[in-house]
């Protein structure tokens, strides 16, 4: 298949991506399975093109909006000319995320020399639409000014701020969000926008206390898939390449499951004794849950809360994979109450993941940045305090209470607990350092009587996650409530 092909497929996923709420790895998947004459060779490189795109699509967009020669009609927007613009500008910006892409080419076209190959065929596919000269000059100025740019001063241009929206592909008022917050603790707002253009890490962890991490590791290396241990939580294992895993021996028995290792974390800092009894609220498809009925060696009690029966029933599958007989899960439907296994001033532990923005994980699903907006951002945190407020009455006296998101927004982290403490007094802090540094967890950013935690992926390699932790008075006593 010549390379013009390859860039076809790539601009009728984007198409098809565009247009869907799913994840975009979920439609690739579905693309090829009805494109049953693409090789696994060349499914690499649409899969790997195809993501490096949709994480670079605002800068893309911008250029061709102010430099393209000829008027383009809108439908050009998903065309295979706009999907070479994003490889020409990683080229000269990001040419190291490259390297997968140029090897594959190598292999699949027999050709020495992998990224001249494609760079010829990137310029002749672009040049017809621009003025190369002036293209490069006018990235060259963007790196400029964003160069010299101080992060600690929220920039009070909307132009400056949208010239930063484009070169780091992020909505401007997300961006604003985050100079709003970020730099009262030392972090550069560019830095984690600048972290979401990049892969995000394949992390695995164990499942199976039969087995130790580095067991797990060195079967994995007779299989030739590189792998190594994650940096902070003691049972997970990156693996350095996209690998299917679904029929992996390790997996198939439950040995193995797919997690983040930012998603471990929200566990660990959960810190289950052996026989807890412990609220999953919103369990989804039960990672978490899974995780816990792991750490508790299946001797715990583990309610998995959702109002999703699919995910519910994805959950008892992978349950019944593992060996796990502690996870109960419960479907809660709406307007409806719960039934017996939620029962209120009961569970050791809540952990209250909320549904967010889920703008942590853009790096594996981009389109969640564009999807976002500040009407949409409101009505989530709306129902984040509301859920928190809801799932605090099952923690019992003395119990632990986790509030946690996959997102980056300060309005639905620090803001949503902050304004959960002012009017629930029964609930204190509780320092995170407490936990982690009994599990030998040193976490760059937590501070030593923080009871939360911005986990970023340009510092701890992670998904971007939001962890909050609260423990519930033992002799508070409302005296308004009569």
């Known amino acids: 298949m010549k390379i013009d092909s390859l860039l076809g497929h790539c601009a009728e996923i984007v198409k098809i991506v565009s247009k869907s709420t799913l994840a975009p790895d979920e439609l690739i998947s579905q693309y090829f399975r009805g494109k049953k004459y693409i090789g696994s060779k060349e499914r690499k490189i649409i899969s790997e093109i195809v993501f490096m795109h949709l994480r670079l699509i605002g800068l893309s967009n911008f250029i061709f909006d102010n430099l393209s020669i000829k008027e383009t009609p809108s439908k050009v927007k998903n065309s295979v000319e706009l999907i ?42 672009i040049q017809p639409n621009f003025n190369m000269t002036k293209l490069n000059v006018f990235l060259d100025e963007i790196e ?35 100079f709003n917050f970020y730099p009262s603790i030392g972090i550069n707002p560019i830095d984690i926008a600048e972290s979401l253009l990049f892969p995000s890490n394949f992390t695995i962890r164990l499942n199976n206390k039969n087995f130790t991490r580095d067991e797990i590791i060195q079967r994995l290396e007779t299989e030739n898939i590189s792998c190594f241990k994650t940096k902070y939580s003691p049972f997970g294992i990156t693996i350095t390449e996209r690998i299917n895993l679904l029929q992996n021996p390790l997996y198939k028995n439950g040995t193995i499951e797919v997690q983040d290792e ?85 569970f050791d532990i809540v952990l209250v993941d909320a549904p967010c923005s889920g703008i ?75 936990t982690f540094d009994k599990q030998g967890i040193a976490l760059p950013l937590l501070k030593e009587n923080s009871h939360e935690i911005s986990l970023l992926p340009h510092i701890h390699g992670t998904d971007g996650f939001y962890i909050a932790k609260f423990r519930k008075a033992t002799n508070y006593v409302n005296f308004f409530s009569h």
């Open 360 to 434: 942590g994980t853009s790096r594996r699903n981009p389109m969640h940045k564009w999807l976002l907006t500040q009407k949409k951002l409101e009505k989530i945190v709306r129902k984040q305090l509301e859920l928190l407020e809801y799932y605090s009455r099952f923690v019992k006296k003395d119990g632990t209470l986790v509030y946690a998101t996959c997102s980056l927004m300060p309005e639905e982290n620090q803001y949503v607990t902050q304004k959960f403490l002012e009017s629930h007094k029964n609930f204190q802090p509780e320092p995170l350092s407490l």
């Open 262 to 346: 930012g998603s471990q974390l929200i566990c660990l800092a959960c810190n289950p004794n052996r026989n807890d009894k412990i609220l999953d609220a919103c369990a989804g498809a039960g990672g978490k849950s899974l995780f816990f009925a792991f750490l508790q060696n299946d001797s715990g009690y583990i309610v998995a809360n959702d109002i999703n029966i699919l995910k519910l029933k994805e959950l008892r599958h992978r349950a019944n994979r593992s060996g796990f007989k502690s996870i109960h899960t419960h479907l809660l439907q709406p307007n409806a109450k719960p039934n017996k296994l939620l029962k209120e001033n009961y």
């Open 84 to 125: 070479a613009l994003s490889l020409y500008v990683i080229l000269l910006l990001y040419p190291q995320q490259l390297n997968t892409i140029v090897d594959s080419i190598e292999k699949l076209y027999k050709c020495s020399n992998g990224l001249e190959y494609l760079q010829i065929f990137i310029i002749d596919k």
């Open 144 to 178: 400029e000014k964003c160069k010299v740019f101080d992060y600690t001063l929220l920039p009070n241009e909307d132009n400056f701020l949208g010239i930063l929206s484009a070169r780091y592909s992020i909505p401007s008022f997300i961006l604003k969000s985050w």
